[in-house]
């Protein structure tokens, strides 16, 4: 920080050189100075004089070291030079100098590289601009002056024309031979009648050219010597414009060499994600992409997991996909956008505000009320324009694609938002509510779910810009409603099996009719249907009664009419929508049917079982070798989501939407199960319904919702209940097992625990217990949101169904559980606390002979 006073707006600064001064009537304080230069030695040249002066005035000066060119500034006594590294990007980037002005505070002089080393680093010529648009107004604010350089023949006249606004002072330096001259463009609040004329250097003196005829013949000659050179591109649509030469030309070396750059650009710049990206996506593939993109930059993690999924299938088994996988029909909105967005509407401070450690969770909810009332800059309006013609009135999904989402290791799932827009009315109407789209993703990274995840992951820190992956809705207009027959998510590797006869190489299958917004969430008083595929009959139900109850009833759709998402009942939905494939994706319930009809209803009442699917059709074989294809390719598990579309005989079309790697929780090696466990020893024991692998675990802490309790609850003494577990989980370190009724972090408290997932993530086991009191029943979420945050954070699973002969459940060997603070209320009369340290519980599953076990070892 500097010791000296604030200083006077009005106070002048010298350039070190008196003609310069006598051009611009010196410098003022707060002036941002852009050379504009074709050889950096003429920035440099200016240079020297500005920090003489500067040094001999006692200014603190610091240089920005982040070019690969040679040094600015060699040695200096007066200089103190940082160096900051540009390649981990525009935010990053512009972060760390931000928080260096912040730091040196009021007063300081700076010297930067040219600004457009920064292409190399960041391949986007408009994230240039934004750098400047953000560090110029902070630099003008403090106090500074500050020296910069560009090559104006490297950046897009939007992007020049964007530093010269925001800019308080800019001046080109013409060179001819020896012959130099310098044209101020710009000097903010100063003027005199030949302040904005070229001058030529004499002496060290610079004299304006005032004849007409000489101005005209050096104009001339700086146009020839521009003739051969580029015009005025975006360094990105350059890089592209080399990728289609290098291909027309089937120049290999070349191909190689820019897909490479290319996907480091576009793509992602993680080793895993980039060796995986290499063997698939051809530059050709990537062109491609880049005319589906609005902006530039990276299309981020989900986006480019459906990619390269495709490509896989394409390229491994392309007889059967070229026949059975519905082409994508999907655009792209870059992680520049976001970018441009927050400079934009003046947001950045508030973004630097968020990034400290004070302001992480604190500033969130301000900086998300004002995302959602930005503006959109003018260059991307036109795009989204065109993008919407494109789909016409189709109803569209405005997905997150953030940089780290569906990478290896964080898959984000349902931490950011996904938006459906039906997609009617006018074409006005149709981009004000894609932009109110678009807006929500874009504040939906700044949720708490989503933060704390980042919190936990340590990602806090990481760059992670959103882009938006827009797609086609795949499915049929039925008169009001629009859905897909059918929709599911695909896991590779079954962890969850509920038979000692199942293989969990084979994989499975949550499937749903509708859109797959059923299938990737906890369903609320529903289920999905989940199938290993090695025995897609095999159900965990005891009878067909059961499997009707624990069936799908509600369907997700769009309706056309009231433009929005919604549920609908299974029987309303067939009212309207008789063309529906029931007789492939149903069963009739002939009993219902019967009751229905003698009541004098319209039947028949179909059941969502999907076994049609599975015993008529090439469904399971289709999906299994989709997934073990994209396995093989990955060389890792993974998860899918997919709609389906169902030709007249019911034969199965995928529309493959989302592949991330899966995650999971590896094997701990053999596990020792005893056989026979003392009645007074064993608090629970289950055959299958549980997941983890291997599990073998050593617990010192028991977290208990007493279902009897509970179930005579309000709704507000249920959330309050949620939120005394998750202060009891936070409070200790201690491995903790959690158990209650029915589901957790479900969003409605008559069916579990409303508790949210970053309040319990602290737990080393987790447990769902069928209680007949309230009648709450877990929910087999294997593929859902839920499994993927539970997988991640490295939590063993497992549903007790105590009604079942394979199951016992004796919670009562826990004792009297002591009090919470006060037992007055009776939210805290059902939360049981049990210390078992010096008694440790032992947790035990077998995933082969899917057997778990929990008990007291002695």
């Known amino acids: 920080m500097s010791n000296k006073e604030p200083l006077q707006p009005a106070d002048k600064v010298s350039t070190g050189l008196a003609g310069l001064d006598e051009v611009l009537d010196r410098l003022r304080i707060g002036d941002n100075v852009v050379w504009r230069v074709s050889d950096l030695e003429d920035y440099r040249r200016f240079v020297l004089p500005f920090l003489n002066a500067a040094a001999d005035a006692g200014r603190q000066i610091i240089y920005l070291r982040f070019g690969e060119h040679p ?38 002089f700076y010297v930067c590289d040219s600004l457009s080393e920064l292409l190399n680093a960041w391949a986007t010529d408009a994230m240039v601009g934004n750098f400047f648009r953000v560090i110029c107004p902070f630099l003008f604010e403090l106090d500074t002056v500050a020296w910069f350089a560009l090559h104006p023949d ?159 299938l394409q390229k491994e088994e392309p007889a059967l996909w070229q026949h059975y996988l519905e082409p994508h029909d999907s655009s792209y909105l870059g992680t520049d956008a976001y970018y441009a967005f927050l400079v934009h509407n003046g947001l950045w401070s508030a973004i630097m505000r968020q990034r400290s450690e004070a302001g992480y969770l604190a500033e969130a909810p301000a900086l998300q009320e004002a995302i959602l009332a930005g503006q959109f800059p003018d260059e991307i309006r036109p795009e989204l324009e065109r993008l919407l013609d494109h789909y016409g009135q189709y109803p569209i999904l405005v997905r997150s694609s953030s940089l780290q989402e569906d990478g290896f290791g964080n898959a984000f799932a349902g931490k950011y938002e996904s938006v459906f827009l039906v997609n009617q009315g006018s074409p006005e109407d149709r981009l004000a509510s894609l932009e109110d789209a678009i807006r929500q993703v874009y504040a939906s990274s700044m949720s708490e779910d989503a933060l704390h995840y980042r919190k936990q992951r340590g990602l806090d820190q990481r760059e992670e810009p959103m882009a938006l992956l827009i797609q086609r809705v795949n499915g049929r207009f039925h008169g009001r409603y629009y859905l897909p027959d059918a929709a599911g998510v695909g896991v590779s590797r079954n962890t969850f099996a509920w038979d000692s006869n199942m293989d969990p190489k084979a994989g499975m299958v949550r499937l749903v009719m509708g859109l797959g917004t059923r299938a990737v969430d906890r369903i609320e008083g529903d289920h999905a249907c989940v199938m290993a595929l090695d025995h897609p009959l095999r159900q965990p139900f005891r009878n067909q009664d059961e499997s009707y109850r624990f069936s799908q009833h ?133 055959e299958g319904h549980f997941m983890g692998g291997n599990i073998n675990l050593t617990l010192n802490r028991v977290i208990r919702v007493d279902a009897g309790i509970y179930s005579q609850l309000s709704t507000s003494e249920r959330f309050e209940v949620a939120r005394l577990v998750g202060e009891q989980v936070r409070s200790t370190h201690a491995p903790t097992l959690l158990i209650g009724p029915g589901r957790w972090g479900t969003s409605s408290p008559e069916l579990g625990v409303p508790v949210r997932f970053s309040d319990i993530a602290g737990v080393a086991a987790l447990v769902e217990v069928s209680e007949n009191a309230g009648h709450m029943v877990p929910d087999l979420s294997y593929g859902s949101h839920f499994f993927q945050d539970l997988v991640e954070t490295g939590i063993a699973f497992a549903a007790l169904f105590p009604e079942a002969d394979q199951c016992r459940y004796s919670p009562d060997i826990l004792g009297e559980s002591p009090e919470i603070g006060t037992r007055s209320t009776a939210p805290a009369a059902a939360v049981r606390v049990y210390d078992v340290g010096n008694r440790p519980l032992q947790l035990r599953g077998d995933v082969v002979r899917q057997q778990l076990a929990c008990f007291f070892a002695d």
């Open 71 to 108: 040094p600015i500034i060699e040695e200096h006594d007066a200089v103190r030079t940082i160096k900051i590294d540009a390649l981990g990007g525009f935010e990053s980037f512009t972060s760390r100098v931000w928080h260096l002005i912040e730091q040196h505070g009021r007063g300081a």
């Open 554 to 686: 509600l369907v997700d759709l769009l309706d056309l009419q009231d433009g929005a998402l919604d549920t609908r009942p299974l029987s309303q939905v067939l009212e309207s929508a008789v063309e529906l494939p029931m007789s492939h994706l149903a069963e009739v319930d002939r009993e219902a049917t019967n009751r229905a009809e003698r009541i004098g209803l319209q039947g028949p009442v179909w059941r969502l079982t999907f076994r049609p699917l599975v015993q008529q059709g090439a469904f399971i074989k289709r999906l299994s070798c989709l997934l073990k294809t994209l396995e093989a390719g990955y060389r890792h598990p993974v998860d899918v989501e997919f709609t389906l579309h169902l030709d007249q005989d019911g034969d199965p079309s995928f529309n493959l939407v989302q592949c991330r790697p899966l995650a999971t929780v590896g094997e701990t090696g053999p596990v020792n199960l005893p056989d026979n466990i003392p009645g007074k020893n064993l608090l629970f024991r289950t």
């Open 154 to 312: 490297r950046h897009s006249r939007m992007t020049l024309d964007r530093i010269r606004e925001t800019t308080q002072v800019m001046i080109d330096v013409h060179r001819h031979g020896d012959n130099v001259q310098i044209h101020p463009i710009k000097a903010w609040r100063r003027q005199s009648p030949t302040m904005f004329l070229p001058h030529r250097e004499e002496n060290g003196r610079f004299q304006p050219i005032t004849d007409s005829s000489d101005a005209t013949r050096l104009q001339a000659s700086l146009e020839r010597e521009h003739l051969h050179r580029q015009p005025l591109l975006d360094y990105w649509d350059r890089l592209f414009q080399d990728a289609s030469r290098a291909l027309s030309e089937q120049d290999e070396n070349g191909i190689a060499e820019l897909q490479t750059q290319v996907l480091q650009v576009l793509i992602s710049r993680d080793p895993q994600i980039l060796e995986l990206a290499r063997r698939y996506l051809s530059l050709e593939d990537l062109l491609g992409i880049r005319s589906r993109l609005v902006g530039s930059g990276s299309i981020g993690g989900k986006a480019t997991g459906m990619l390269i999924a495709r490509d896989i």
